[in-house]
């Protein structure tokens, strides 16, 4: 559903009201497309917040370069925009040295182009170290504070690097939080691990992969749960430009329009019900090979109401689809071999973080979804070279969210840092990044793309 008031305000009277009346001004995001597929306004900037210390300048600017952004290491000279910046705080180990990160920013705020960003790369806090620890965490609460002060569809976000973790080992979050794929993430504190990427072969031995893919060459294989509309539509269009082979899987009743997204991406129409006794059995025997790259669970429902007025099939429905299918499928894929060297990408919801009002069964189902993703993914790095991320949508902008009262829709859409709904496409663009080969230091994340919603935040 279009977002009148968005239009209204970049009009001559809506402009003019806007200022008046202090009513909130959205900007016009600038996403990825094929003929903007980077940031504009300018060059990337990189800072060091402390004198001595810092990331290996070498893996840090091979890193960067990826971006495909124009790089100014150093100081700031000039009074022109820049499209973005990138402050080095991994060394920052004091409180007084957090005036470092003040320094580097203060003076170049107001140079910052319209849909500009904001990354801090710092270190994860010592656990025997307090004074580190404090500093370190303290950027957390400088970068969600900063995010909300930005304005003009900017972001910021904050990316930690593990004790043994390298510059290049943050090269693929780098690329996404430094391009127009991130429009609607901010706020965010991503972790990244040491660069040991471990996979397994299809044979199922453990082996070395310079990628971390785990793949034995040819075209990648996902499988998009809830693919037939909405954001699982948008995912499988996403993973299909990549060059994937998508398995694309929805309940039977949507058959029509699974078929319709599998056509157009090129893929696989599987009608199932992921709940069904069989669901685990038969998707190992829809898998060509044995073996899946990527597998995102997206399928999803909602049975809103009040706990007091809510009946009990509605409860156990929600939390059937939403979280039960997601932990019976995984269990199946793992224990068939199926997600060695894989991605596994689940759909949580900020009303897993936050809770929301007739939706305990959907808060429950998706803050599940959080437990399980942080408790798998260590042992499924260690165990078969997988990585388990999750992605939290806030308001997004969907057939769902288009049948919710004015008012509350109204609310929703201007209740975060960049006063307007997301589009499916955020998530999408957020899954593939996790989706990535060359995520695969990101591991047991849970990333909110809600343009820094205000709920739980």
Not at 159 to 188: E, I, N
Not at 210 to 229: E, F, I, K, M
Request: with cysteine.
């Amino acid at each position: 559903m279009a977002d009148r008031y968005l239009r209204w305000t970049h009009t001559g009277p809506g402009r003019f009201l806007t200022r008046r009346l202090g009513l909130p001004r959205p900007e016009v995001l600038h996403r990825w497309t094929a003929e903007r597929p980077t940031l504009e306004g300018g060059p990337l900037l990189h800072l060091t917040a402390t004198a001595t210390g810092g990331c290996d300048e070498k893996e840090l600017r091979t890193a960067l370069d990826g971006c495909g952004l124009p790089v100014v290491h150093g100081p700031a000279d000039g009074e022109g925009r820049v499209a973005a910046v990138l402050v080095d705080a991994t060394a920052l180990g004091t409180v007084a040295e957090l005036s470092g990160v003040h320094a580097c920013l203060h003076p170049l705020l107001r140079r910052l182009a319209p849909c500009g960003r904001v990354v801090l790369l710092g270190a994860r806090p010592a656990p025997d170290d307090h004074h580190q620890a404090a500093a370190q965490q303290a950027l957390a609460g400088f970068i969600r504070s900063l995010g909300k002060e930005l304005g003009r569809g900017r972001t910021a976000n904050l990316v930690r690097l593990a004790a043994t973790a390298g510059a290049d080992s943050a090269a693929s979050t780098l690329r996404f939080l430094f391009s127009p794929r991130s429009a609607f993430v901010s706020g965010q504190v991503v972790e990244v691990a040491a660069d040991e990427t471990v996979a397994h072969s299809r044979g199922g031995g453990p082996t070395v992969s310079g990628d971390g893919s785990g793949t034995g060459g040819g075209r990648r294989l996902a499988l998009v749960t809830g693919a037939a509309r909405g954001i699982g539509e948008q995912i499988a269009q996403r993973l299909a430009r990549e060059g994937a082979h998508v398995l694309c899987l929805d309940v039977e009743q949507a058959a029509d329009d699974l078929a319709r997204v599998a056509d157009r991406v090129g893929g696989t129409a599987l009608p199932l019900d992921i709940t069904a006794d069989d669901a685990g059995a038969r998707l190992v025997e829809a898998l060509p090979d044995g073996r899946l790259d990527v597998l995102v669970h997206n399928a999803g429902i909602t049975r809103d109401r009040r706990l007091v007025n809510m009946a009990a099939d509605r409860f156990t429905s929600v939390l059937d689809v939403n979280l039960a299918g997601v932990l019976r499928t995984t269990d199946h894929l793992l224990a068939a071999g199926a997600l060695r060297g894989s991605r596994v990408v689940a759909t949580a919801s900020i009303a897993g973080i936050a809770g929301n009002v007739g939706q305990t069964n959907y808060a429950a189902s998706k803050a599940g979804v959080i437990g399980f993703v942080r408790a798998l993914a260590p042992r499924a790095r260690a165990e078969y070279g997988t990585t388990v991320n999750a992605v939290a949508p806030g308001f997004i902008e969907t057939k769902m969210t288009a049948a919710v009262p004015f008012l509350i829709r109204e609310a929703g859409r201007r209740m975060n840092s960049l006063s307007q709904g997301g589009q499916p496409l955020d998530v999408a663009e957020t899954v593939a990044w996790l989706a990535e080969p060359a995520s695969h230091a990101v591991n047991g994340q849970t990333v909110r793309v809600c343009g820094q919603s205000l709920l739980g935040a």
